[in-house]
């Protein structure tokens, strides 16, 4: 489980542990001894030290044996075993992934779960075999069978050869920025609240590269975690507001999409969302909204940079109404992009449905736009 803390650097910023690499971390990468050596250059004096302190020293068979596995990309694995390549390649070649692959395929009707193309199409694990070998470290092809996730039909979609190009793990890319990156915030008051969040992350989930689920001080959820590429786990609730930020900010997408965890995809292909310099929602299958929709919108970084993210001083409501005046002239509707939308069941589990945390936050909406902070 990942969970939120405070590097022990003294830098006051917080980081999310474990890492994408599940190793447990105490302080942001680089914010150790190295923070205050950072961009430093070196005196000639300082230099020549170094190259002393360093003369004569003679290094171990096995120290040069690891320094030139690193070099190769190989973590160093006992004799005899498979490194990370060759495990792909007999995981490929089993019995066990041929039928994996022909029951995704039978899943997807044979047909890209993008385009629709029916020629040429592939089958793709949406969290790769060789990320799942390292996040598990899976040694041999026995404990790659017991892997449930390696299997699992919910990791796996059909797309044609030019869309599989566009993922992030095709081929070698040296750029691995995820290109969607969905942040669905949860309140997972009771199992109907989880029931609906883990519905709408399965009906988005082959479509987005990188899926982020924060829970705000709710039930902790094993099988929202199992979906997710990342979970994140606030133990004390801190409002819609803040929680939608925390995700924005973390996720790594070149578009980041902010979604209700009531709603769940009828039709389209989410991708269409994505518009250089465009604001974008879909459309609402039981809920008219010609603007904005704040169950769902879908922000380039481009344009976040500009626009900013949502304001915290409103806690549940107004503060995307406000978004909405903000970015109204960058605005655009997708037509081909249709979801469902439950309503309000997470602020009614909460117990917060109108009532004084809506007024409370209209009357603060209201005093932004008086001072000209607001639109």
Request: a positive charge.
């Amino acid at each position: 489980m990942k969970v939120l803390k405070e590097c022990l650097c003294g830098c006051g910023k917080t980081f999310i542990s474990p890492d994408d690499h599940n190793r447990e971390r105490n302080w942001i990468s680089g914010h150790n001894s190295s923070l205050f050596h950072s961009g430093r250059k070196l005196t000639q004096e300082h230099k020549n030290k170094l190259s002393k302190a360093h003369m004569g020293k003679k290094l171990t068979e096995e120290h040069k044996k690891k320094i030139g596995l690193s070099g190769k990309g190989v973590s160093g694995r006992k004799k005899g075993t498979n490194t990370v390549f060759t495990l792909v390649q007999e995981i490929r070649q089993s019995v066990k992934y041929k039928d994996w692959r022909k029951s995704i395929l039978e899943l997807d009707n044979n047909q890209c779960h993008w385009c629709g193309a029916a020629d040429k199409v592939e089958v793709d694990h949406i969290e790769s075999v060789a990320d799942l070998i390292r996040k598990y470290n899976i040694t041999n092809i026995d404990e790659a069978f017991k892997c449930l996730d390696l299997w699992s039909q919910d990791n796996g979609r059909v797309l044609c050869k030019s869309c599989h190009k566009k993922t992030i793990n095709y081929g070698s890319k040296k750029d691995r920025t995820p290109f969607l990156s969905m942040v669905i915030p949860t309140y997972t008051q009771n199992k109907n609240l989880e029931e609906l969040a883990y519905t709408a992350a399965c009906s988005y989930r082959k479509f987005v590269d990188e899926l982020i689920i924060i829970e705000d001080g709710q039930m902790y959820s094993p099988r929202l975690q199992k979906i997710a590429n990342t979970y994140i786990y606030v133990k004390k609730n801190q409002g819609f507001t803040k929680t939608v930020n925390f995700g924005w900010k973390f996720a790594k997408g070149k578009y980041v999409a902010i979604v209700n965890s009531d709603t769940f995809l009828l039709k389209g292909n989410l991708r269409d969302l994505c518009i250089e310099g465009k604001i974008t929602s879909p459309l609402i299958a039981n809920q008219y909204i010609d603007r904005l929709a704040g169950p769902f919108w879908c922000a380039p970084r481009e344009v976040t940079k500009k626009y900013g993210y949502l304001m915290e001083e409103m806690i549940m409501y107004s503060s995307d109404s406000e978004y909405d005046e903000r970015v109204k002239d960058i605005f655009q509707k997708v037509q081909s992009v249709k979801i469902f939308h439950e309503m309000a069941q997470s602020v009614k589990a909460a117990g917060v449905e109108g009532g004084v945390t809506q007024q409370r936050d209209r009357e603060i909406y209201a005093k932004l736009i008086q001072e000209g902070r607001a639109k």
